[in-house]
């Protein structure tokens, strides 16, 4: 079984304990809503734990696998395009995850892409609120 097959396992059973053993430790996920990236291991699967109980009726829909730069390197790494779709904050969510592996085979790149504008602020919302709850983002100042 492949990384990307053990990863779409863990997310289809929202199983966080087995995702830990797919990253590396200086994981990156890139996300739709902020340009920054999430950096290290504990960060990403933070992001993970709220992200699994904020989608609804994820799935995913198919996969394209190949080879592509990752954004910190001009070498080629072995790729992964995982398609999906889901709801959040009631707006239908079509979207890819781009998974570059690291030599030993863990994903050391994570790339989330999702569209329409509308569900990516939904979901931007939802994630953010999520954090907050999670004590892993500062609340939003009002104003």
């Known amino acids: 079984m492949?990384?990307?097959?053990?990863?779409?396992?863990?997310?289809?059973?929202?199983?966080?304990?087995?995702?830990?053993?797919?990253?590396?430790?200086?994981?990156?996920?890139?996300?739709?809503?902020?340009f920054p990236p999430f950096e290290g291991k504990r960060a990403v699967l933070g992001?993970?734990?709220?992200?699994?109980?904020?989608?609804?009726?994820?799935?995913?829909i198919g996969h394209f696998t190949g080879t592509s730069q990752t954004s910190g390197d001009?070498?080629?790494?072995p790729s992964e395009v995982l398609l999906f779709r889901a709801r959040a904050g009631g707006k239908e969510i079509h979207g890819i995850d781009l998974?570059?592996?690291?030599?030993?085979?863990?994903?050391?790149?994570?790339?989330?892409?999702?569209r329409p504008r509308s569900a990516v602020h939904a979901l931007g919302e939802a994630v953010l609120a999520g954090l907050?709850?999670?004590?892993?983002?500062?609340?939003?100042?009002?104003?």
Not at 100 to 113: L, P, S
């Open 47 to 60: 992001l993970f734990g709220v992200l699994l109980r904020t989608f609804e009726d994820f799935h995913y």
């Open 132 to 143: 907050v709850a999670d004590g892993l983002a500062p609340a939003p100042a009002d104003g």
């Open 2 to 34: 492949t990384t990307a097959d053990r990863f779409r396992t863990a997310v289809d059973n929202r199983d966080l304990a087995a995702l830990d053993d797919l990253f590396t430790d200086d994981v990156r996920l890139y996300s739709p809503v902020k």
């Open 99 to 114: 998974l570059h592996f690291a030599d030993d085979g863990r994903i050391k790149e994570f790339t989330v892409m999702v």
């Open 74 to 77: 001009a070498a080629s790494a």
